[in-house]
């Protein structure tokens, strides 16, 4: 069926059916606001996808979509020390989108989200020429908030995970190869893990100093790190031929 056949209205019937209830929320999904009682100090992120610049469909499933569509503004707050809590999304859809590729969409979503315990309390729809996604999502930092000017010299440079994953599995979207390997670091780019805790970071072991411009240390006033040697990579990125640099926005999960 096309949402054109079912409407906007009745589509977000069915979607505000299936959010299941959270007692943290005093007013969800369904008036013109939502309506939260917050403790201490909020994070708030968000960011956007169109399709044809961030995604194409024929990469991905809809429902692995909706998983990156929320791992993309989770890794933010994470990047601050924080939890995500609260999510708003906005979805710009075509009107002859299947209604049942818009389900699985919800539903990767609504599942990504509810492993880290955040509840989708609003949002917005709309008619576009093509797929629009918008997230927001708030969160809380227990331990504090860590910032990108919070850098001291000294200080040891830790990454969670491997690097330049994603940008050879983009790389590989492009260029239409494939293997197992490549299903690997493509899995990477499409839908993108995030971690909250500093138990698996790795420490890198070789820098120097840059004023790269655009890296994640710009906010800082000390100079920017940039890799070396002693990069934490995955053996698929090790062994192709792959010269590129990687670019920063897929350094995502570095921790000091």
């Known amino acids: 069926m096309k949402l054109r056949d079912l ?58 979509l909706g998983e990156k569509a929320f791992a993309v ?14 999510a708003l999304l906005s979805l710009g859809v075509p009107q002859q989108c299947e209604v049942e590729d818009l389900d699985a969409f919800f539903n990767g ?15 917005n729809m709309s008619a576009a020429p093509c797929l629009m996604l918008s997230v927001t999502l708030l969160g809380q930092a227990p331990h ?17 995970g491997t690097l330049g994953d994603a940008a050879l599995g983009l790389r590989l979207l492009q260029e239409e ?4 390997a490549a299903q690997a670091v493509k899995a990477r780019f499409l839908c993108p893990s995030y971690k ?25 006033t000390v100079p920017c790190w940039e890799i070396k040697t002693g990069v934490v990579l995955s053996p698929v990125v090790k062994t192709t031929n ?4 990687l670019p920063w926005n897929t350094v995502r999960q570095l921790m000091r």
Request: glycine share 10%.
């Open 7 to 64: 409407g906007e209205f009745p589509f977000l019937r069915r979607l505000r059916d299936r959010v299941p209830a959270d007692p943290r929320v005093f007013l969800g999904l369904g008036d013109d606001c939502a309506v939260l009682s917050l403790p201490g100090m909020t994070l708030l992120t968000t960011d956007a996808m169109i399709e044809g610049v961030h995604f194409r469909r024929e990469w991905t499933s809809f429902s692995t």
């Open 73 to 86: 503004n989770a890794s933010d707050i994470a990047a601050m020390g924080g939890e995500p809590t609260f």
């Open 109 to 123: 979503f609504v599942r990504a989200a509810e492993a880290c315990g955040t509840a989708l309390i609003g949002g």
């Open 144 to 160: 504090g908030v860590i910032t990108r000017s919070g850098a001291q010299v000294g200080d040891d440079l830790y990454v969670t």
């Open 177 to 180: 190869r494939d293997g197992p």
């Open 196 to 220: 909250t805790s500093a138990t698996y970071a790795k420490k890198v072991t070789s820098v120097r100093w840059s004023r790269r411009p655009g890296c994640p240390c710009r906010s800082s």
């Open 242 to 245: 792959y010269c590129s640099p």
